[in-house]
């Protein structure tokens, strides 16, 4: 499988941006599809994740103002962002979980995309 993150960008404090991931292979829908974000100086860490039965599941910093979708005709998860601040400044990266279930771990996903930079000025 292979990803292709797009959608980042500069955008002001209170804008909206749209990301998307688009897969190769046949399985796509079988896999639970994760988003993370890297800052600077910082570990990668998860933002949120859609499982295969196309439940999510979303962290703390991200709950309510982000949401993970997937269009398994198109084979790409996308992740609106809304109300972004500068703290959401980060390279995000696109990632899918062979298993289904979708984690919270990194280390739980299979294969990863190679990131698009956001980067929300104030």
């Known amino acids: 499988v292979q990803l292709q993150a797009s959608g980042g960008g500069l955008v002001q404090a209170g804008d909206s941006l749209r990301l998307s991931c688009a897969a190769s292979?046949?399985?796509?829908?079988?896999?639970?599809l994760g988003w993370f974000r890297q800052a600077p100086g910082k570990e990668r860490e998860f933002a949120a994740y859609i499982g295969r039965s196309g439940s999510t599941y979303y962290s703390d910093s991200v709950k309510g103002r982000f949401t993970i979708s997937r269009d398994n005709a198109k084979k790409t998860v996308y992740l609106q962002m809304n109300s972004l601040k500068p703290e959401d400044t980060a390279v995000y990266y696109c990632a899918a979980d062979r298993t289904g279930d979708g984690k919270i771990s990194r280390y739980g996903y299979d294969y990863w995309g190679q990131g698009t930079q956001v980067t929300v000025s104030s």
């Open positions: 292979g046949r399985t796509f829908s079988s896999y639970a």
